[in-house]
């Protein structure tokens, strides 16, 4: 998304970073410190994920189809608020974001989703899940720091949370970059400690992302034939194109006869 060719439309500096929205015909793109993009629009089409992390964090929804209740934690220009808000639009949607200029850019460039059914929180995700008493079905962490791993996500304490605030089928969901090794190794190991080793990996080619799912419970469909068959019932009553991620958890964890194994 770096390379697109698009024209300046908003630029703001904050305690926290730069902010910039470009865009061309097709697209309008969120970007940060003038490096990262961080959310893109399809201008015809708004509620379709144009990056792949986020496409793959949506494979959540081979192992909870029906979440009652959303928790995310990074906002960006909305990408995944509009999403989900179009695949379920009964879910109750909350979302965290610590810097009240994106949620201001979020819904004036970004179509952010007016409806009871979403929530935007302006505040840290750590003292949101201290202050928060409900549980959920799904919790979708997305934050950004660099290309280092941020400091919240190396902490044993937030896991812990994380896992108490979800029902017990939930399934958490995390976008890590793996450029530091050893800090992405450390917070596996966090996640899968808290989560008695019940996670999955989830690779991007040609990206340096890795997604990590987390269940509170094993789910029940861990083998290949059941999980490509969920994805295309899904994709008959959504537009979900899960069938290669399906294909992609089997290429990216240990496996046993045909089923994931933890």
């Known amino acids: 998304m770096e390379c697109l060719d698009t024209q300046l439309i908003y630029s703001r500096r904050t305690d926290r970073q730069i902010i910039e929205v470009s865009q061309n015909a097709d697209y309008r793109l969120l970007r940060t410190d003038n490096i990262a993009v961080q959310s893109v629009l399809l201008r015809n089409k708004p509620e379709q994920l144009v990056l792949p992390y986020m496409q793959a964090m949506m494979a959540a929804f081979l192992f909870q189809p029906s979440p009652r209740k959303i928790l995310l934690f990074g906002l960006g220009g909305g990408d995944m608020v509009r999403q989900l808000h179009f695949q379920r639009p009964d879910s109750q949607i909350t979302a965290v974001e610590i810097d009240p200029a994106i949620v201001e850019i979020s819904r004036e460039y970004f179509d952010l989703p007016d409806s009871d059914k979403v929530t935007i929180k302006i505040d840290d995700a750590a003292h949101f899940l201290h202050q928060d008493s409900q549980h959920y ?57 808290q989560f008695d080793h019940s996670t999955l990996c989830l690779t991007i080619p040609g990206h340096t992302n890795i997604i990590i799912f987390a269940f509170k419970k094993r789910p029940a469909e861990l083998e290949q034939t059941a999980l490509l068959h969920k994805a295309k019932q899904l994709k008959q009553t959504t537009e979900l194109e899960l069938e290669g991620w399906a294909t992609q958890f089997f290429a990216t964890n240990p496996t046993e006869n045909g089923e994931l194994i933890f």
């Open 137 to 193: 079905s799904m919790m979708l962490i997305d934050i950004y720091s660099g290309k280092e791993v941020p400091a919240l996500l190396q902490q044993p304490d937030f896991y812990q949370r994380c896992h108490q605030q979800l029902e017990d089928n939930g399934v958490l969901i995390l976008n890590l970059l793996t450029s530091n090794a050893d800090k992405f190794k450390q917070t596996l190991w966090l996640i899968r400690h």
